[in-house]
Nanobody
Framework: QLQLAESGGGSVQAGGSLRLSCVAS????????MGWFRQTPGKDLEGVAG????????FYADSVKGRFTASRDDAKATFYLQMNSAQLEDTAMYYC???????????????????????WGQGTQVTVSS
């Protein structure tokens, strides 16, 4: 059973940076593709970024492309989301997610689709202020 725990959320001014972390425990982290999602009150969960299990393929939502970077450190079983040039619209609860992805095609549609993940963290709040 894979368990995920996010950290690193908080308050940041517009234009600033923040790094979110997601620590995984239990198997099978190495075989898992990871994703970051976010949600604001009254809105659907939005796929932000996804990274392949080998760490060499990443996908991003158009709204964060060029500003956010997803990465993973398998030695630490940790998945990151570096948020740069934060915007007010980035204010949300951020969740990390995982799915074993040993088979099938891992593409942008899967990487940013909540229904393709079956392990979820509890979330960490990010608030961007002007």
């Amino acid at each position: 059973q894979l368990q995920l725990a996010e950290s690193g959320g908080g308050s940041v001014q517009a234009g600033g940076s923040l790094r979110l972390s997601c620590v995984a425990s239990g198997l099978p982290y190495i075989s898992s593709c990871m994703g970051w999602f976010r949600q604001t009150p009254g809105k659907d969960l939005e796929g932000v970024a996804g990274i392949y299990r080998a760490g060499d393929i990443t996908f991003y939502a158009d709204s964060v492309k060029g500003r956010f970077t997803a990465s993973r450190d398998d030695a630490k079983a940790t998945f990151y989301l570096q948020m740069n040039s934060a915007q007010l619209e980035d204010t949300a609860m951020y969740y990390c997610a995982a799915v074993v992805c040993l088979t099938g095609t891992w593409d942008r549609a899967r990487a940013l689709n909540r229904d393709d993940y079956n392990y979820w963290g509890q979330g960490t709040q990010v608030t961007v202020s002007s």
